[in-house]
């Protein structure tokens, strides 16, 4: 700082000029009141000034060695009359009893300017310096040693610091740290010496501290130049009054409007249920009926409700508290479980309350980690490929369990774990990603039971039914997906295979889709589908399932998306051999007529037995393919509620072209909140 100061008051040409008449002076008076000691230049027209030593007067305070601050001045008639050689490291002048003038300093050996009693200093000889008398209180050997030191490290002081870590012997643990910090970084007035020190426990004269001072003040008067050029005017202060005056009332309701919202949201949030969870509910009216000859069926009028409590303890995750109720029951032509629709998947036909489904699901690094402990499948977690008919089962989407998704998901469900390592994001498709997952049936149950031969099947999780899931699915972009399944499942006597474990989404754990032979061939005869009684009703079964699903939007308005899978089938007591196929294609025209509104046609084949082997030999059977058709029209009323009238025609129930078709309609309304 002092660097500066003194840079500052040498190169103003008033300071200047005062300095070279009070050392003419110094050299000329009689009585030594004043002495001057000048560093003059060698160039005869400088740009710039160096800085000068001056030993003040016997009040002033000696100079000390302090950091210089950089400046610079304009030359004045005098600075340019001046030339010198190089400045010398000290300069001291005696005072004289004559007037000090041209004779008398060649007579003291002094070369002078021509015309001034001005020294030149021979560039030959760097120093000059002559013995002072006993009588001069200023001009000891001491001082001129503090001078000459001080000049020295004025001429070569370090460039300005940017950071205050540059200066080497400046710690953080100093009482003043900060303010010097402050100095340098936010203000940029302060300079160290050249060896990168500050060299702050020295002490400052009251004019090196003017001098500082000064210079951070015109420091800080270019910052607040430089920051303010384009505040704003008297002008634009006075439209914005008058914009104020002019809307007043406006503003003023505004007020008043912003007052009873923050009353109100106290008052929600004084009164809320919770504040880490919310509840996002269906209500779904249906009224249902099947039109054939083949069975004296009735038109019903029924409900399902589900209540979804969704708690978020760190934003990203989700716990699913789900409670729901029901009182429909599926018409199930011939025994199959073909046509069931969505709102039949109800814990119970009397609209009692349970909980069908409990999971927690949170992210890990770039990967999604899903939880189940009760109710959950693998559709939770895996994408299923099938936009616009597929909705969870909801009430919003396809009829159908069998539109909704691939038979493959409803293998297996209940309690486990599932992870889905994810790359980019698809919102509507899901992103390129590989699911792994695993569900059990019975997890909660440490038990067994006797099966009617006086064998046991084990529950708990990992010896009674369960289903393994593997998908990779890529998605190539927002319109464009595909996936590959597989799932390997273990299922105990009498329990079906498409019959999502058994979960309390499906009242008793009745299967949800397709043939009765499909879910369990043991139960095929007495049913009308023919199938000779070749595998023991004691056995439990083994499933491997593959899958291949798609979906290709071709715009905003017209979709595609099927899939196709096989399961094959064996039993654990004997060489007893299944095969199971499905496939379907639908094809969705969301925002036809309204937005929110969907145009849904699908056609398939729900899982039939295709095959069947006894001992390693062919089973003749009759595998009548039983078609699926089904259209839908949901028509969006409000944000809220919708209505969906559709139809569903199952050709050949439970794969037996002997058995007429069943011909389903439905119109239901949901209600989403």
């Not at 607040?224 to 104020?244: C, G, H, M, N, P």
């Not at 999971?359 to 490929?385: M, N, T």
């Amino acid at each position: 700082m002092a660097k500066f100061i003194w840079k500052s008051l040498v190169f103003s040409p008033a300071v200047l000029g005062a300095a070279l008449v009070v050392s003419s002076a110094a050299i000329a008076a009689q009585t030594p009141a004043a002495k001057e000691v000048i560093q003059p230049q060698t160039v005869e027209a400088l740009p710039e000034l160096q800085p000068v030593a001056i030993a003040t007067a016997p009040e002033t305070p000696t100079v000390s060695s302090i950091p210089v601050f950089s400046a610079t001045a304009e030359k004045s008639e005098l600075e340019q009359k001046v030339v010198a050689t190089e400045a010398p490291e000290q300069l001291a002048v005696a005072p004289s009893q004559e007037p000090a003038t041209a004779d008398s300093a060649q007579a003291l050996g002094v070369e002078t300017i021509e015309g001034t009693s001005l020294p030149v200093v021979p560039a030959a000889d760097s120093k000059l310096a002559q013995t002072a008398p006993a009588g001069n209180t200023v001009g000891n050997n001491s001082v001129l040693e503090q001078i000459n030191r001080y000049s020295q490290e004025g001429n070569n002081s370090q460039s300005q610091v940017t950071n205050v870590s540059q200066l080497s012997d400046v710690e953080p643990t100093d009482w003043a740290y900060e303010a010097l910090r402050s100095l340098v970084e936010r203000y940029g007035c302060i300079a160290g010496y050249p060896d990168g020190t500050y060299r702050g426990n020295r002490a400052m004269s009251r004019y090196e501290f003017a001098a500082g001072l000064n210079a951070c003040l015109l420091q800080i008067e270019k910052l607040i130049a430089a920051s303010t050029a384009d505040f704003v005017t008297k002008e634009d202060l006075a439209t914005l009054q008058r914009l104020i005056d002019e809307f007043g009332a406006e503003l003023a309701t505004l007020r008043t409007r912003v007052d009873n919202l923050e009353g109100r949201v106290t008052f929600l949030e004084n009164h809320q249920f919770s504040t880490t969870t919310k509840l996002v509910g269906e209500a779904i009216f249906a009224v249902t009926d099947e039109f054939s000859d083949r069975e004296d069926t009735n038109t019903i009028f029924g409900d399902r409700v589900r209540l979804d409590f969704q708690t978020s303890f760190t934003g990203r995750d989700v716990l699913h508290t789900r409670l729901a109720a029901g009182n429909t029951t599926p018409f199930q032509p011939n025994g199959s479980f073909e046509g069931n629709q969505t709102f039949d998947l109800n814990p119970g036909n009397n609209n009692d309350i349970a909980l069908d489904w409990l999971a927690y699901e949170f992210p890990f690094g770039a990967s999604k980690v899903y939880i189940a402990a009760a109710g959950g499948i693998h559709a939770d977690y895996a994408p299923v490929l099938n936009p616009y008919f597929y909705d969870g089962d909801g009430g919003t989407a396809a009829l159908s369990s069998f539109a909704q998704q691939s038979p493959i998901y409803r293998i297996g469900g209940g309690a486990g774990i599932g992870i889905r390592l994810g790359v980019g994001t698809a919102p509507i498709l899901g992103p390129t990603s590989l699911s792994l997952g695993y569900l059990a049936d019975n997890g909660n149950n440490p038990g067994s039971f006797t099966r009617p031969d006086g064998g046991t099947s084990d529950f708990g999780l990992f010896n009674g039914d369960y289903s393994a899931l593997a998908q990779l699915n890529f998605t190539v972009s927002d319109r464009l997906g595909l996936a590959a399944t597989y799932v390997h499942g273990y299922h105990n006597a009498g329990d079906g295979i498409f019959d999502l474990g058994g979960s309390p989404r499906s009242a008793g754990g009745r299967p949800v889709t397709g043939t009765l032979g499909a879910n369990d061939p043991t139960l095929a005869t007495g049913t009308g589908a023919r199938f000779p009684l070749v595998l023991a009703r004691d056995t439990a079964l083994i499933t491997n399932s593959y899958g291949l699903e798609a979906a290709l939007r071709l715009s905003d308005r017209f979709s595609l998306s099927g899939f196709v899978g096989k399961t094959d089938i064996s039993a654990v007591e004997n060489s007893t051999r299944g095969e199971v196929w499905y496939y379907g294609l639908g094809v969705a025209f969301p925002d036809l007529g309204k937005r929110g509104n969907i145009l849904g046609i699908f056609a398939g084949v729900e899982p039939y037995l295709a095959g069947l082997e006894v001992q390693g030999s062919p089973v003749g059977i009759k595998n009548d393919l039983s078609y699926h058709l089904e259209g839908f029209y949901k028509y969006q009323l409000t944000d809220n509620i919708s209505v969906t009238p559709g139809i569903i025609w199952i050709t050949a129930p439970n794969q037996n072209d002997d058995n007429e078709d069943a011909v389903i309609g439905t119109l239901r309304t949901t209600f989403s909140f």
